[in-house]
């Protein structure tokens, strides 16, 4: 059983920047990961995703150009590296991880989640 543990949330300033980890412990298999985020009242969406090898990625149109995804395996660690926040940012981030190494934008496809980091973007 895999257990994701996100860190890095916290407040930042519009236009600023945040880089939130997830850490995968419990069992060593290939997986592909994503990133969402809700924010009160709305659903959870779909902020971006990578493969197991790092190569291939696919971003969320809202924050494409600002926000990178990237993972270190040795680490079992994924990344998500936000630039130029905006308060629309704002959200609970979960990290999620499927079994099957390829992406997937959606959420249903994940087998295991994070609990969730809080991200704040003031104005």
């Known amino acids: 059983q895999v257990q994701l543990v996100e860190s890095g949330g916290g407040l930042v300033q519009a236009g600023g920047s945040l880089r939130l980890s997830c850490t995968a412990s419990?069992?060593?298999?290939?997986?592909?990961s994503g990133w969402f985020r809700q924010a009160p009242g709305k659903e959870r969406e779909f902020v971006g995703t990578?493969?197991?090898?790092?190569?291939?990625?696919d971003y969320a149109e809202s924050v494409k150009g600002r926000f990178t995804i990237s993972r270190d395996n040795a680490k079992d660690t994924v990344y998500l590296q936000m630039n130029n926040v905006k308060p629309e940012d704002t959200a609970v981030y979960y990290c999620?991880?499927?079994?099957?190494?390829?992406?997937?934008?959606?959420?249903?496809?994940?087998?295991?989640w994070g609990q969730g980091t809080q991200v704040t973007v003031s104005s």
């Open positions: 419990g069992g060593r298999s290939v997986y592909a």
């Open positions: 999620a991880a499927r079994k099957i190494p390829l992406i997937a934008t959606m959420a249903s496809r994940y087998d295991y």
């Open positions: 990578i493969n197991w090898s790092g190569i291939t990625t």
